[in-house]
Nanobody, 117 residues
Framework: QVQLVESGGGLVQAGGSLRLSCTASIISFTSFRFSSLAWYRQAPGNQRELVAHITSDETANYVDSVKGRFTISRDNYRNRVYLQMNDLRPEDTAVYYC????????WGQGTQVTVSA
């Protein structure tokens, strides 16, 4: 079974930055290279929403609320995907999850991001 592990969450003040990372294991380099990757987030009482998505050819898309502040990137040699988050706002507070493959069951366990006003 594919395993995904996130890290890099924490508590920051508004205007600060964090970089999240997610590493996939029990998957070949070839399978990882041809998979799309994504970051989602879920705040208390809200549905899980797609934040950033990157394809195998490194085309990236973002939800409007994070455009210009967040950047998704991938490292196929290390089976890893990153989310650089700048100018953080209290409304960014959520648990952030990585996902491998569109519509797949391969999710990480999540990492908490808390932004204080």
């Amino acid at each position: 079974q594919v395993q995904l592990v996130e890290s890099g969450g924490g508590l920051v003040q508004a205007g600060g930055s964090l970089r999240l990372s997610c590493t996939a294991s029990i998957i070949s380099f070839t399978s990882f290279r041809f998979s799309s990757l994504a970051w989602y987030r879920q705040a208390p009482g809200n549905q899980r929403e797609l934040v950033a998505h990157i394809t195998s050819d490194e085309t990236a898309n973002y939800v409007d609320s994070v455009k210009g502040r967040f950047t998704i990137s991938r490292d196929n040699y290390r089976n890893r995907v990153y989310l650089q988050m700048n100018d953080l706002r209290p409304e960014d507070t959520a648990v952030y999850y990585c996902r491998l493959g569109d519509g797949s069951p391969y999710w990480g366990q999540g990492t908490q991001v808390t932004v204080s006003a």
